[in-house]
């Protein structure tokens, strides 16, 4: 049987990895400034995350959602401890996409509405109600369209209220800061007037911090910069360092429905030693601040390479989550940084290099990268 052939391949297979490197076939090592997606978060391999889930597969590695599990109820109160939302309940699955329909299925339950506005350049899943708030439209077979989903400008409000005037609502829903459209990052107002906004329209508003979560901003949720407190958050990624989790951090206003929500696979045994391992790895190793200071560092390094170069158009992001706009495509700088420089990079659209690592990234790791870009910027002359 073939592999269903959907995805553009660099020509690279990897044999293993530690920290923040990478290791081919070949021998080569790379250094790791895209995680693997933003999913790599305390590090690939790391001693105590390992331990965690081969202790836990030595136990019982699953079983079903039949039966009470303590192991989720572990997780969950180490989740809200980390993250500031003890007060709120976990609903685990698997993916982020399943994530976001969970979370979008209890807004419309909870208001018994059915429109949901979502913000241009989002990118919330593949799934159908995910896809249908996502502003990519090739992503969408005929199947996954809907007039219930209506797009607006990024920190526009006066935009939103006109859309909720309708009265039709059940939901908004917005990434922490926005990856696929491009490291777009919303206002620290804009979020709290959204915020004001849907309480008083009765409309819920679901975080999607699968990808800006996990700590990658600096804070453990981007929108905590706004000091709101969403009705549903999502996350994803980071929470498993690899292995496939995801969850939404559901408000004390919502009640539980017998059988409104569920899944085979999620909040298994193995899911709850890998995600808790992730928090205390995060917690020991203070990896947020590490995201805040490393992130500040290569970003004023960039800012100085620009002042040089003149070749960035606009610096985005905030913590390990940057977007650096180039005048032009970055295809040929990404080819180079991983061919020639070995460093591995993401990218948004064709002008945009994303920067993911994980959050363990090292100030020796972000220089090492800064001086392979600036050589390769040089020799562009
Ligand atoms: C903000 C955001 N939401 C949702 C998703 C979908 O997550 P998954 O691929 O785990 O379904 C992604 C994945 O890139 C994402 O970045």
């Known amino acids: 049987m073939n592999l269903f052939d959907v995805y553009n391949l660099w020509n690279v297979e990897l044999k293993s990895a530690e920290g923040c490197y990478l290791y081919d076939s070949a021998g080569n090592k790379y250094l790791d400034l895209y995680g693997g997606h933003?999913?790599?978060s305390v590090g690939h391999s790391h001693r105590l995350f390992i331990e965690s889930v081969e202790r836990q597969m030595r136990r019982i590695a699953f079983f079903s959602n039949s039966i009470i599990n303590r192991e989720q109820e572990n997780y969950a109160k180490k989740l809200g401890e980390l993250s500031g939302y003890s007060d709120y309940s976990l609903f685990m699955c698997n993916s982020g996409a399943e994530a976001n329909e969970n979370a979008l299925k209890l807004a419309s339950f909870k208001t018994k509405k059915s429109r949901v506005l979502a913000f241009c350049g989002a990118f919330h899943?593949?799934?159908s109600g995910a896809v249908a708030v996502t502003d990519i439209p090739q992503y969408r077979a005929p199947y996954n369209c809907s007039d219930n989903a209506v797009f607006v400008p990024l920190n526009n409000i006066e935009a939103v209220r006109d859309e909720l005037k309708s009265g039709e609502y059940c939901a908004v829903i917005i990434e922490g800061i926005q990856g696929v459209g491009g490291i777009k990052v919303p206002d620290i107002d804009f979020l709290q007037k959204l915020s004001t906004l849907c309480k008083s329209e009765n409309v819920m508003l679901i975080l999607d911090e699968i990808q800006s979560g996990c700590g990658r901003s600096g804070k453990y949720f981007y929108h905590q910069y706004s000091g709101i407190r969403p009705d549903l958050i999502t996350?994803?990624?980071?929470i498993g360092n690899g292995f496939p989790m995801a969850g939404v951090l559901i408000s004390p206003e919502f009640e539980p429905v017998k059988g409104s929500l569920g899944t085979t696979f999620g909040g298994a045994y193995l899911a709850c030693a890998a995600g808790s391992a992730v928090v205390d790895i995060m917690?020991?190793?203070n990896l947020m601040e590490n995201a805040a200071q490393t992130g500040d560092f290569?970003?004023?390094e960039l800012s100085r390479i620009n002042l040089a170069t003149g070749k960035i158009k606009e610096l985005r992001g905030k913590g390990l989550m940057i977007g650096i706009e180039m005048?032009?495509?970055v295809a040929e700088i990404r080819r180079k940084l991983?061919?020639?420089c070995k460093i591995f990079t993401g990218v948004s659209s064709t002008n945009i290099i994303r920067l993911l690592p994980p959050l363990c990234l090292t100030r020796k790791d972000a220089a090492t990268f800064i001086?392979?870009?600036e050589q390769i910027l040089a020799n562009d002359r």
Do not use: H, Q, Y
């Open 371 to 373: 001086g392979a870009f």
């Open 298 to 300: 290569i970003c004023s």
């Open 38 to 40: 933003a999913v790599i």
């Open 235 to 238: 996350v994803a990624k980071g």
């Open 125 to 127: 899943g593949r799934t």
């Open 327 to 329: 005048n032009e495509p």
């Open 283 to 285: 917690t020991n190793e």
């Open 338 to 340: 991983l061919f020639d």
